[in-house]
């Protein structure tokens, strides 16, 4: 019995992606594959079904996004299938299918398989059939990995086996895996729902995948015809340094490669044999998990990739030693220039502002478009690393996943931050949310348009408030007051944007706080109304008291026992699946 190739398998990924508009309307596949199961000649009874086969995709009237169909008796039995996009609405749904039915036989001409997809639909026709135990192999060998997966025994809740396909000369390998933060009961229900859709996409009374994957952040399933075991494995092998490479890239961690204090760890500069610059933070090995896990949230991390975030490049855990390779950054971060005297005046707003539009987008990323929700929970001047051509990227998120800090949104309990740049509900209660992270985005609008830090910011001789300063100083019509005086004025409507959408972050009520994509659009779109912000968290009605804030690089400790809070001791990401 022959089976379908990897090359046709359907794919359902559950993890959001931004979709580009097309400025063209002209239809065309993000991809296509032509089969290798041979060629029908012209005219035959093979071309006449699925002519019949591809007529009634372009004119049926789908309503529920998806259509199949068979037509014919092997040798020319054609089966066909459309999966739209489940929000994908009918009318466009239809356009898609015929729109794939036309073209698809114009890519694979006289081929008697072939697949494709788009933005809308996925579309695929063959000439192999399958017989209906290979379901039951398929879903017995599900079910055995799911009970393995789930077992309290499996730290990573993961599992991979294999069986024999009754009278054939073929294996079916399997994996089923879930998020280790889920219990042993949320993983059997994250699975058992994936495998619900196995019914409708993959094993169909007309047709079954050879081979499937289905993925979500929590939990994700696949099963091959192959074994794809090695895939992972290559992929962490790929990620690993030896601790060898690693010295000799840092001359041994040497001093005169220390770059500073980082989340966690102390960062040094190194450079490996190729001359790729790299950055190397050395973790305090009894602050993290075991190997497995930390290995396990390392592949997460290394797959999130954004041109505002510092890029993970890998791993070594040899010799007691726990470290991370990132890419190097070249211009250090932030705050090294925005409140260095010399180097902050030669900042100009069209710097300033390419840098709030980056974060903005980084943090949009992490919080919707990346395959795991991740809240950042450390959102600074000190977290924002500037390249060659001050384009910001993102440092330090994910740590809250390699160092097992407080899974759960509910509320954390053990409050870590900086001073100034949390919210109050984090703060008072520990209530972790987006909001958060959107909290301290704008004190760090705030900051970057006044070219001071919150924990210092003071006008002439006179420490103030920096929310309640902006906030007050918005609200009589001299908001100017607050920017930067090397700031131009050719940009004062851009500038006084900033402050407004800066203002509208730091509301105190994190309900009234906007969305990272509502702040982007904010961002993007100078058209687009602004609502009047209320009052900002920790508003004052008197001058900050000096006791009260930190200045430099020093840590400090707030009045309150209720949390802990450094200037650039830790950084904390919170990641929760979506």
Known sequence: MDFLTPLFLLVLQFIFISLIPKTSAQFQFLYSKCGNTGFYTPNSTYQSNLKTVLNSLSTTQVTNGYYNLTVGQKPDKVEAMVLCRGDVPVNTCRLCMRDSAANLPLLCPNQAQAFGYSDHCIIFYSNRYFSRWFNNTLTALMKNLQNQASSENSELKSASGQTNLTGTNKTMYGLVQCSPDLSRHDCVVCVQDLFSFFPRWFVTPTFTAAGARVITPSCNLRYEIYSFYEEEIETLQSLQYSIGTIKVAT??????????????????????????????????????????????EILILAKL??????????????????????????????????????????????TRYKIINGIARGLLYLHEDSRLRIIHRDLKAGNVLLDAEFNPKIADFGMARLFNIDQTQAAASRIVGTYGYMAPEYVLHGHVSMKSDVFSFGVLILEIVSGQRISSFQIGENPENLLTFAWKNWLEGKAWNLVDPTSSPAFSTEILRCIHIGLLCVQHNMADRPSMSLVELMLSSSSLSLQVPSQPAFFTRSHTPANATSQGNTSGQSTSRMFECSINEVSMTEIYPR
């Open 251 to 296: 001359d041994d961690f040497s001093d005169n490669n220390y770059l500073g204090e980082g989340g966690f760890g102390t960062v040094y500069k190194g450079k490996l044999p190729d001359h790729q610059e790299i950055a190397v933070k050395r973790l305090a090995r009894n602050s993290v998990q075991g190997d497995l896990q930390f290995k396990n």
């Open 305 to 350: 990739q954004h041109r505002n975030l510092v890029r993970l490049l890998g791993f070594c855990l040899e010799e007691d030693e726990m470290l991370l390779i990132y890419e190097f950054v070249t211009n250090k971060s932030l705050d090294n220039f925005l409140f260095d005297t010399m180097q902050g005046k030669s900042m100009p707003w069209e």
